[in-house]
């Protein structure tokens, strides 16, 4: 287990990342100064359908202003700040990546966000808190890199307060196996652990959780990848872009990915899930 966290740390795992971030906003002409949560958008949402996908998870949510929210898996924080930003919650933001958190941090204080929005570098499956401490939990594509989907869910679950949701949106498997790979989540097979959306379900049920919202949205995944063609030559990649945070294959990522979603090798959900007002039972 230590030697699969560590092979999935040093995938999510860039150098000066903070720094050639301020470069592309000065490079594109913004006051880093003066910047807002759009111009960081190209970099800082790093899942599939990016700041569209966030919000709709945000009105799916229903989270207000005087919750206390968790991100796991939160990357750089872009959709933690959104959340914070749309709602006024407070949200607390949580990462493997020690480097993802220290540039979620630094990004955050540039925004003068740091009062509503905090991080911490952990793993999802040992978290650093009190049972029942959260009003809702979200997790935006994580869950790739989980192979004990059931530890992760169990402790998600347990920091939650009764009665209160987590959101999630995830990529499950499909009907077709093997991915193509290297993929915006692994560079092969040895960190990238996905079940299809049956199996899915029933481990956040089995983890004490009541499933109130499940949604597939495969097809709009398929058409945002839609246009991505296979990259040939030298890369051609934007001032910032989430390459920054994974590696510069990422025109062979996103086309696998693309390969993955028409193949039906890959699906995406979105679900609600509510850890119930009764005792759980036990694991
Ligand atoms: C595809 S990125 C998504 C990041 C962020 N949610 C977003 O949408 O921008 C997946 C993230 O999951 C994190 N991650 C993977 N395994 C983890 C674990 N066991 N605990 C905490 N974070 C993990 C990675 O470090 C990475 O930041």
């Not at 009062?115 to 790739?144: K, T, Y």
């Not at 530890?151 to 949701?165: D, F, M, Y």
């Not at 109130?212 to 990649?237: C, I, M, R, S, Y």
Request: with cysteine; proline share 6%.
């Amino acid at each position: 287990m230590i030697k699969d966290i560590k092979k999935i740390h040093s995938y999510y795992a860039p150098n000066d990342l903070y720094n050639k971030i301020i470069e592309g906003l000065d490079k594109l002409g913004k006051d880093s100064s003066n910047i807002t949560l759009d111009d960081l958008q190209p970099v800082d949402e790093f899942h599939i359908r990016g700041d569209t996908a966030t919000r709709e998870l945000i009105k799916l949510s229903g989270f207000t202003p005087e919750q206390h929210i968790l991100d796991v898996g939160c990357g750089i924080g872009g959709s933690t700040r959104r959340l914070a930003h749309e709602t006024g919650c407070r949200v607390t933001g949580i990462d493997l990546s020690d480097e993802y958190i220290d540039v979620a941090g630094r990004l955050t204080q540039l925004l003068n966000m740091h009062e509503r929005v905090g991080f911490h570098a952990c793993s999802a499956l040992e978290l650093p808190f009190d049972d029942n401490s959260f009003d809702g939990v979200w997790s935006i594509q994580m869950n790739m890199n989980v192979e004990d989907k059931l530890a992760w869910l169990s402790e998600t679950c347990r920091v939650l307060k009764p009665g209160c949701r987590a959101v999630l949106y995830e990529v499950c498997a499909h009907k077709n196996t093997p991915l193509h790979f290297p993929v915006p989540w692994a560079q092969d097979s040895s960190i990238s652990f996905l079940v299809p959306p049956e199996e899915f379900r029933d481990v956040i049920t089995s983890a004490g959780f009541d499933i109130t919202v499940w949604n597939d949205k495969t097809d709009l995944a398929q058409q945002a990848f839609a246009h991505v063609k296979e990259p040939v030559g030298e890369p051609n990649l934007p001032i910032l872009g989430v390459y920054m945070l994974v590696g510069d294959d990422i025109s062979t990522k996103a086309y696998n990915l693309r390969r993955n979603l028409d193949e039906e090798r890959v699906s995406l959900i979105e679900a609600v899930a509510v850890k119930p007002d009764r005792p759980l039972a036990p694991l």
